[in-house]
């Protein structure tokens, strides 16, 4: 069975321009997060698809970032204008179910520097 | 709001060696609670998941305990080895779908 997938791995860009980043994952998991890490923080929960359909995105900083999942398999996180601030490690999951015994599984994260 | 902290922020010991991490969470209310290896460039690993209504769980030389009351679980490593050596992140789950991270333990075992 794949694992969870995202690209790029790396993304370098200038204050103002757009990225998107794209997570693949594993098939037949139903839900999707997307999770970030800055530099010297702990990895935080930005959102959270259960296939389509946003559940939580209490976590998502500002309306620069658009996160979709059309069609409720692989998801986009859209970052526009980047600021310096948004730099740090994305980090995308996914699990089949909601439960206490289900845990996430992490894809290898996508390094993004805003310069 | 869930806030976890993970005791020590790094730590390095020869090969061999028994040793604990050490992970807090403040709020009780938690589905249960993961430990994660992440190794440099990579995604993470997951461990050990311990539901709320269980104390510890154990796989190969890893074992994870809760104490939900206290707010506190630890991850016990025996006999370290080389590849050991990662980054260990322990979680909170809160309402099912959110995970509350620490910063983690960076491990370094030495030959």
């Known amino acids: 069975e794949a694992g969870v997938t995202q690209f790029p791995s790396h993304s370098v860009i200038e204050k103002g321009q757009t990225v998107t980043l794209r997570c693949d994952p594993i098939?037949?998991?139903?839900?999707l997060y997307w999770y970030r890490r800055v530099m010297g923080k702990e990895i935080k929960f930005l959102l959270h698809f259960v296939k389509e359909s946003k559940q939580d995105e209490s976590g998502m900083p500002n309306n620069r970032f658009l996160a979709e999942r059309t069609g409720g398999t692989y998801s986009t996180l859209k970052v526009q204008p980047a600021e310096l601030e948004d730099s740090g490690v994305y980090f995308c999951?996914?699990?089949?179910?909601?439960?206490?015994?289900?845990?996430?599984?992490f894809g290898p994260g996508t390094r993004l520097t805003v310069l | 709001k869930q806030e976890v902290t993970q005791i020590p922020a790094a730590l390095s010991v020869p090969e061999g060696e028994n040793l604990v991490l050490n992970c807090s969470f403040t709020?009780?209310?938690?589905?249960?609670l993961q430990w994660f290896r992440q190794d440099p460039g990579k995604g993470l690993t997951s461990l050990l998941l311990i539901q709320s209504s269980q104390r510890e769980q154990t796989s190969g030389r890893l074992n994870a305990s809760l104490d939900k009351s206290s707010g506190r679980s630890t991850l016990y490593i025996a006999a370290s080895q080389p590849g050991d050596s990662a980054t260990y992140l322990c979680?909170?789950?809160?309402?099912?779908?959110?995970?509350?991270f620490g910063k983690g333990t960076m491990l370094l075992v030495s030959p």
């Open positions: 709020d009780s209310a938690i589905y249960n």
């Open positions: 098939s037949g998991h139903d839900n």
């Open positions: 979680a909170a789950l809160s309402g099912y779908s959110t995970l509350t």
């Open positions: 999951a996914s699990s089949r179910q909601l439960s206490s015994t289900d845990t996430q599984y």
